[in-house]
């Protein structure tokens, strides 16, 4: 298994180019299962879920090509990546394929609404949460689907095709409102999401699905509204830059002091995060190429922040945000809203020389004079980024174990960071 050692201290200085999102990419690839015509995605990551979610799409008979740029160069961000479900050969997500990554629980939606019928292994738990997915087949049960649940598959039929409903979720859920959104475009006659999802990744699908030829007006908003189609077509999108990248490398910059241009990042996409960061003390500057962070000289102050649905603080930077936290002057109180056991990070920033106690859902983070490289672990993919920019400014070596779960979410992580001047190597298991 390969290991991430850095040596920290160094400032960050230069440019930080911003990937594709993952998080658009993967519903915008499932989306390619609704149209035997050949949806074309600009500006993909090149990551472990993308890569197992190619696996999955290929069981259902999904032929993809890449043009342009060719997958193994890595090198090449940004790739353009054809998707052809021209015919779906098979209707089953197996447990070995799904188990590792939850989103690709998603493709139930495209299967039912294309094929009127489809089994899908249920997600594995993951170490953030139990997160269920009772939200989701309630949404395609007002669409007319039948569901049950056999030896650990979702069983979903729709012989006549789904039907347009009237669907409101108790709970904000990003996965929900992206399946709801691809099984109603193609359902009879309208539906109305209520208390939608307003996340940008949200939109990004929902501009990809209009450019297929669906109906869809409302979505960003709590209401979107979907007038179904007989079919969908074939259509290029490129995908939104990623605005967790971007906010993680802004802590970075925050944490270790320096001056980075994140290029093709925009600040509208994670405003709720920026605004933490100025109030802690961090100069951000929207310019033509992205935005511009810097800290230099001043201290970080403390700021309290809540997680919450887009547009508030989001959860999946709230390790990282923690991290910078470790080096405030001050206690800042950081509440954890979306997932109930996502403080997985906690007991290894606290291995590096962190001050952290949590009481229920927040973290009471007591800024330390400094932090002294150790060995950690990774446990989950957000969680590990926080160890990185902890070790980018802790004193000496840290080893990052487990570093896997870093390759799901984030491009060429090392280069993108020692181009900036950081100490950090990628040391291969079988080295
Ligand atoms: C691939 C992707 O885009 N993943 C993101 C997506 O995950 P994901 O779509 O899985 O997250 P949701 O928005 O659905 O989850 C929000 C909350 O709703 C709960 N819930 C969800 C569905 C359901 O059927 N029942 C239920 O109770 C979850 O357990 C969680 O507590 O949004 C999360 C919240 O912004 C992000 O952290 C993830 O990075
Ligand atoms: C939690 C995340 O992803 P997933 O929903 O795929 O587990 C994430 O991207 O931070």
Known sequence: M??????????????????GAKNAALPL????????????LENMPLLADVTQLERILGNHGVDFSISGKRRGETENAGRTV??????????????????????????????????????????????????????????????GAKIDIENGYVVGSARNGLVGG??????????????????????????V??????????????DCLTK?????????????????????????????????????????????????????????????????????????????????????GSGLAAVDVTTAPFPDFPTDLQAQF?????????????????????FMHVQELARLGAHIRLDGDTAIVTGADHLEGAPVMATDLRASVSLVIAALAARGETTINRVYHLDRGFERLEKKLSDCGAQIERISGHG
């Not at 294309?114 to 939200?135: F, N, Q, W």
């Open 193 to 206: 999401l209520r208390n939608a999802a307003r996340e940008p990744e949200i939109v990004d699908l929902a």
């Open 82 to 143: 054809h998707f052809t479900a021209r015919e779906i050969v098979d209707t089953t997500a197996p447990y070995e394929l799904v188990s590792r990554m939850r989103a690709s629980f998603w493709v139930f939606a495209p299967l039912l609404a294309r094929m009127g019928e489809c089994r899908v292994s249920l997600p594995g738990g993951c170490a953030i949460g139990t997160r269920p997915v009772d939200l989701l087949l309630m949404a395609l049960e007002k669409l």
């Open 212 to 296: 297929m030829g669906a109906r869809i007006s409302g979505a960003g908003t709590s209401t979107i509204e979907i007038e179904g189609v007989t079919s969908l077509s074939g259509a290029r999108h490129t995908v939104m830059p990623d605005r967790i990248e971007a906010g993680t490398y802004a802590m970075a910059v925050a944490m270790t002091g320096g001056d980075v241009l994140l290029a093709g990042a925009r600040a509208d996409l994670f405003q709720a995060a920026v605004d933490a960061l100025v109030a802690a003390g961090v100069k951000v500057t929207e310019t033509n190429e992205g935005l511009r962070v810097s800290r230099n």
């Open 166 to 191: 009237d669907i409101t979720f108790d709970k904000v859920t990003v996965g929900g409102t992206h399946v709801a959104l691809m099984a109603a475009s193609l359902a009879r006659g309208t539906t």
């Open 2 to 19: 390969d290991k991430i050692r850095i040596v920290g201290g160094a400032p960050l200085n230069g440019v930080i180019p911003i990937s």
């Open 29 to 40: 690839m499932i989306g390619s299962l609704l149209t035997k015509e050949t949806l074309t």
């Open 322 to 342: 923690m991290a910078l936290m470790t080096r405030a002057k001050g206690v800042s109180r950081i509440t954890e809203t979306i997932f109930e056991n996502r």
